[in-house]
């Protein structure tokens, strides 16, 4: 059985008609309802229609917000519901996303001064919660996928924060339609490109970290020398996280304690005190601040 996200928007869509088309008898389908816009639960009955009309079990899904960016608190809701629903009735779940998706966000996070992992593509299947999320339209355009709803008679929903120039994306978005000189197949590929160099720094900094680090006395200890700049930030982020277990670090914060420890100095980080000790560093819980 394969699991499919429809929101009613031409690319679910799409992956819906799609799907059903090449797996009869064998797709399921949940909408979530984040509860955001009262036109929410008009558009999951009308893709639940769709999918009556093709023999899709289909499932409306609700939950609470969690605290945070409104955009980003959304995505979580989504991808929570989802891996719950999925984890006893299909072992992957398919989202829409396609390659206009890959250059929206390389251009969102290339405004952002992202390095290599920020700029990598989205992974075409990952873990999510028991299950394995999916991604089967990376190599299609929004284009293509919109006339595959209009040959269908089906007119497809329109979120209005799409066009809501209050969001990073909606202003990509509205870049890219109106840039010729920014064509979002070619951005794609360079995600896709960079998303390759980015599994190979991560296998290198696998490799450096079995070879480099060990624990000695409760410390992590790492000799970084002769390697690569962007290994060595790697090699710290990860020291760092074996002793404190904690959020991504910030990488300005990063590249400060980097050039501290290249100095041969000393500095502390997200609860961790960092230390340049002959050719080796040394990575250990800070001690707490004394109250006055």
């Not at 929410?40 to 499932?59: D, K, L, S, Y």
Request: proline content about 5%; charged content about 25%.
């Amino acid at each position: 059985m394969l699991g499919l996200a429809v929101s009613g928007g031409p690319d679910s869509l799409a992956l819906l008609l799609l799907a059903a088309a090449a797996f009869p008898g064998r797709v399921i389908a949940a909408t979530v309802d984040h509860g955001l816009r009262p036109e929410a639960a008009e558009e999951a009955r009308f893709v639940g229609e769709i999918c009556a009309a093709r023999g899709v079990p289909h499932t409306v899904l609700t939950g609470a917000l969690p605290a945070g960016n409104l955009q980003e608190s959304a995505r979580e809701l989504r991808y929570a519901l989802l891996a719950e629903w999925a984890r006893d009735r299909a072992p992957h779940v398919a989202t829409g996303h396609q390659q206009d998706d890959l250059a929206e966000t390389l251009l969102m996070r290339a405004r952002r001064g992202a390095g290599v992992s920020g700029l990598a593509a989205m992974h075409s299947a990952r873990p999510l919660g028991g299950v394995t999320l999916i991604r089967p339209l990376l190599g299609w355009s929004r284009a293509a996928l919109e006339a595959i709803v209009a040959a269908a008679g089906l007119t497809p929903v329109h979120d209005p924060s799409n066009r809501d120039p209050r969001f990073d994306r909606a202003r990509m978005r509205h870049l890219l339609a109106e840039s010729p000189e920014l064509p979002a197949d070619r951005l794609a590929l360079a995600a896709r490109n960079l998303r390759h160099a980015e599994d190979a720094l991560a296998w290198a900094t696998e490799r450096e970290w079995q070879a480099r680090g060990r624990i000695d006395a409760g410390c992590v200890v790492l000799d970084a020398r002769g390697l690569p700049y962007e290994l060595r930030r790697r090699l710290v982020e990860r020291a760092v996280q074996s002793v404190c277990a904690g959020p991504a670090l910030r990488g300005e914060s990063l590249d400060r304690l980097l050039a501290t420890l290249d100095a041969g100095g000393t500095g502390t980080i997200a609860g961790v005190k960092a230390g340049a000790k002959y050719a080796e560093w040394r990575f250990s819980a800070a001690p707490a601040r004394r109250s006055h």
